[in-house]
């Protein structure tokens, strides 16, 4: 039938207006910003940067590969790797950002830089609550304001933040792993074992 579809769109409109009427379930709408509904965990806006423990700096997972930056399609990051090194949240020395940088009215949302991160360290955020009367300035976030803890990822994408967690907590145990073997020192080599004096033959002289 031509136009089903329609008619049954306009039904389920027609069910939900006078619905709400009677029903709170019905009521699709919210009254924003004094009410907000809860933010499903597949839910992306803009990506965010992710550290371990309470110190930012120091616990940053990005190490300035330039991966993100290379890939974005409207080249919206900008990132310039540290000279030095320093230690991160489990002590390993690292390069760091010195400076990462996301413009926010350039960036399409599309996750290719949280795809290609090989240390898991920038995540899509959730939050849309980002006015700023400054559309230049106010929309170039730098990697102070770009950093949220492992808990914040925790809690606006449970399922993927443990899986990561998992991850690397593997990976950390194979490296300690690797750790005690390498410093042990080589075993020595087995002594060779004495030849045996050759007996003289029965009947000659000694």
């Not at 990132?79 to 991160?88: N, V």
């Not at 102070?144 to 914040?152: F, I, T, V």
């Not at 750790?179 to 045996?196: F, G, I, L, T």
Request: proline fraction near 9%.
């Amino acid at each position: 039938m031509v136009g089903e579809g329609i008619l049954k769109g306009l039904a389920e409109t027609a069910r939900n207006f006078f619905g709400s009427y009677v029903s709170k379930e019905r009521l699709t709408t919210v009254q924003y910003p004094e009410q907000r509904l809860p933010r499903i965990e597949a839910a992306r806006n803009f990506p965010f940067l992710v550290f371990d423990g309470s110190d930012w700096q120091q616990g940053m997972r990005c190490v300035a590969c330039q991966i993100c930056e290379k890939e974005c399609p409207p080249k919206c990051i900008l990132i310039e790797k540290s000279k030095d090194k320093k230690p991160d949240a489990v002590g390993k020395q690292q390069f760091y950002p010195a400076v990462f940088d996301i413009d926010i009215s350039v960036c399409m949302s599309c996750q290719i830089c949280v795809e290609v991160c090989p240390f898991d360290a920038i995540k899509m955020d959730v939050d849309v609550d980002l006015p700023t009367d400054n559309r230049f300035g106010g929309l170039l976030l730098d990697k102070q304001q770009l950093a949220k803890s492992n808990e914040y990822y925790h809690g606006i994408h449970p399922t993927e933040a443990a899986a990561v967690d998992a991850a690397l907590a593997e990976e950390r145990a194979k490296a300690q792993a690797k750790k005690p073997a390498a410093a042990a020192p080589p075993a020595a080599p087995p002594s060779a074992a004495p030849v045996p004096e050759a007996q003289p033959v029965s009947g000659e002289s000694k």
